[in-house]
């Protein structure tokens, strides 16, 4: 694993982790970690820093849908600009380009029920591009972004049949 790889791995498991101790792990100095991270921000490489919520326990009511999306692509811009389109809605958490029989796949956040139907009906099926969405709401996180959210002391063993 090169430098850059490790660094990268230890902060996406732990980016509060305190450069300090980033440092130590690493074999390097402050300066060069607090040096290559800057550089790692300023190429795009790390886009951001977030937590990952527990939304059970915070946003009563609020729900998650993943959306797929058909889409007819554009003669000159192909799905990119539709996608980004569609990507700037506040709702939308997350927008990817699918393989398969679907061309999008979006993460959509919402109060409710009804607000993520709102979505769909008001927003996104009025784009002239949009062909057909199916709707999958969330009902349970069991592991999020390589963290379990709640896990049992002792593993389950699977049945083993002969």
């Known amino acids: 694993m090169s430098l850059m790889d490790a660094l990268i791995h230890i902060l996406r498991n732990d980016a509060t982790m305190p450069h ?3 440092a130590r792990l690493l074999d390097l100095s402050l300066e060069q970690v607090e040096g290559r991270i800057a550089e790692l921000e300023k190429q795009g490489v ?3 820093y977030q ?3 527990n939304r059970e326990k915070c946003n009563h009511g609020a729900v998650a849908a993943m959306i797929e999306v ?3 692509p554009e003669r000159e811009g192909g799905f990119d600009r539709i996608a980004q389109r569609i990507a ?3 709702e939308v958490q997350s927008c990817y380009l699918m393989s398969g029989s679907q061309d999008l796949l979006i993460v959509v956040e919402a109060p409710n029920i009804r607000h993520v139907a709102s979505f769909v009906a008001e927003k996104l099926s009025t784009i ?3 062909q057909s969405t199916v709707t999958n709401f969330k009902l349970k996180t069991y592991k999020e972004n390589g963290t379990f959210y709640q896990m ?3 593993p389950e063993r699977l049945t083993v049949a002969p």
Do not use: P, Q, W
């Open 152 to 154: 049992d002391a002792t």
């Open 88 to 90: 700037r809605f506040e």
């Open 128 to 130: 002239e591009a949009v």
């Open 70 to 72: 058909k889409l007819t």
């Open 46 to 48: 790390i886009l951001g």
């Open 51 to 53: 937590a990952i919520v």
């Open 20 to 22: 300090t101790e980033i």
